[in-house]
């Protein structure tokens, strides 16, 4: 069996009171688009005859996250969902500060999905607009996929054209994919349209190490899912479609049920996941889309273009950066530090840290820290030492902003960094001057 690594991809929207919104797509379209695509499980060798074990998960590759009231299902479900745990897969992160630095944009779909014919929705800001998840799918292939932490700064009001999407391509292109394909079949009879799937067959999928993302009928039951309550069964009241991740399953789970990452945040459900059976899913959902890449170095390598790099800092062959640098290779501009002792997102200015950085150190360990640390002109500035003017902290608020720290599930300090909540090795490891090899 081939264990390429694909993604399986459902779209949808929510009848609670969680804001999404998927443009709907009758079986005879979908119908049409299957015919100009091979089969997903002939092309790769799927079969429900594969010997498989009763379960399997992949939730140690997962990030939960919280979409909040904005209209991104779609953006959440692709991007922080299958793409963030495919990118952990294939760079064997588990570690939470890795995982959470490095997952990729939500708003980044969605600000260039988005449906702009519709006048009502642009005009009241552009954060209740449809999206297709077929055009989402072209979009990673053709484009690539941003991570959620590198410039720009998208919200769901904004819009990304072609001439944007190309503009900003060294940042996505690295993420792209090869193509996509539907595990569903769609059938005509006697004028009635009908879809059927083999549970099996996603479940052999799942244990080769690809995540699912599912669009379900929900109701309002759904967004009332708690840890005492987390197996969503077939809906009762009035149907809507939302996105989910299936990322694994259980045959002895109220009699076989799918495991899936949903995007409400972590207090809801069990954790942020909720159960499904495989018959209740099998009816509910209606298209799963595949994603294939043929060989997934890209996603590993290192990338060196004219303003942009991912690789080892020059004076480091462990600790790497993610983001732009300046004409002498510099690090310049907002990015992404990898270390063995702590993740970051922050700013260097010409190869100087500067500003608000937010740090986590290994999230793993006991009594690990992180939250928010100022640097100046590339010095650490002690809590007590800058005594919070009004305008830090008000520049802080609008980092927060840009970073959605309303979409992260994770506890940050009260506080603003002290010289007591690092080791003097990870404070020299920022301050030092960052360029590239």
Request: charged letters at 25%.
């Amino acid at each position: 069996m081939n264990k390429s690594l694909l993604i399986f991809t459902f779209i949808a929207i929510s009848a609670t009171s969680y804001s999404q919104y998927l443009q709907d797509v009758d079986f005879s379209t979908l119908a049409k688009m299957n015919q100009e695509k091979v089969s997903a499980s002939e092309e790769f060798g799927f079969s429900s005859a594969d010997e498989i074990p009763s379960s399997y998960s992949l939730e140690d590759f997962c990030v939960v996250s919280n979409q909040g009231e904005s209209s991104s299902c779609t953006g959440f479900a692709v991007a922080n969902g299958a793409m963030t745990i495919l990118y952990n897969l294939v760079n064997d992160i588990t570690s939470i500060n890795e995982k959470w630095v490095n997952r990729f944009d939500p708003f980044y779909l969605y600000a260039s999905l988005k449906d702009q014919d519709d006048l009502d929705c642009i005009a009241s800001g552009g954060c209740d607009c449809g999206s297709q998840i077929g055009e989402a799918l072209d979009l990673i292939e053709n484009y690539g996929c941003k991570k959620h932490y590198l410039y720009p700064n998208l919200e769901c009001s904004s819009t990304l054209n072609k001439n944007n999407l190309r503009s900003i391509v060294n940042v996505t292109g690295a993420y792209s994919i090869d193509d996509y394909f539907n595990f569903f079949e769609y059938e005509e009879i006697d004028g009635e349209w009908y879809k059927s799937v083999e549970i099996d067959v996603l479940k052999v999928a799942l244990n080769s190490n690809n995540p699912i993302t599912a669009g379900i009928n929900v109701d309002e039951e759904f967004g009332e899912l708690n840890p005492s309550n987390f197996t969503y069964s077939a809906p009762k009241g009035d149907l809507g479609r939302h996105a989910v991740t299936v990322v694994g399953y259980d045959d002895y789970e109220n009699g076989g049920s799918f495991r899936v990452l949903n995007s409400y945040g972590s207090a809801w459900g069990d954790d942020g996941f909720f159960w499904i059976t495989y018959e209740d899913f099998e009816d509910q959902a209606d298209v799963a889309y595949v994603i294939v890449k043929e060989d997934w170095d890209g996603w590993r390598d290192d990338i060196y273009s004219d303003n942009f790099y991912k690789g080892h800092f020059g004076d480091s062959e462990i600790k790497t950066w993610e983001g732009p640098m300046d004409d002498d290779r510099n690090f310049h501009g907002r990015g992404i530090i990898d270390d063995e002792t702590y993740s970051a997102i922050g700013v260097y200015n010409h190869g100087i840290s500067h500003g608000w950085w937010l740090l986590f150190s290994d999230l793993d360990a006991e009594d690990s820290w992180s939250g928010w640390v100022l640097f100046e002109d590339g010095e650490f500035i002690e809590t007590e030492e800058f005594g919070f003017t009004s305008s830090s902290l008000e520049n802080l608020e609008k980092v927060k902003s840009a970073l959605h720290m309303d979409n992260m599930e994770l506890e940050l300090s009260d506080e603003p960094a002290s010289i007591d909540n690092f080791t003097n090795e990870v404070l020299k490891s920022i301050t030092s001057k960052a360029f590239a090899n």
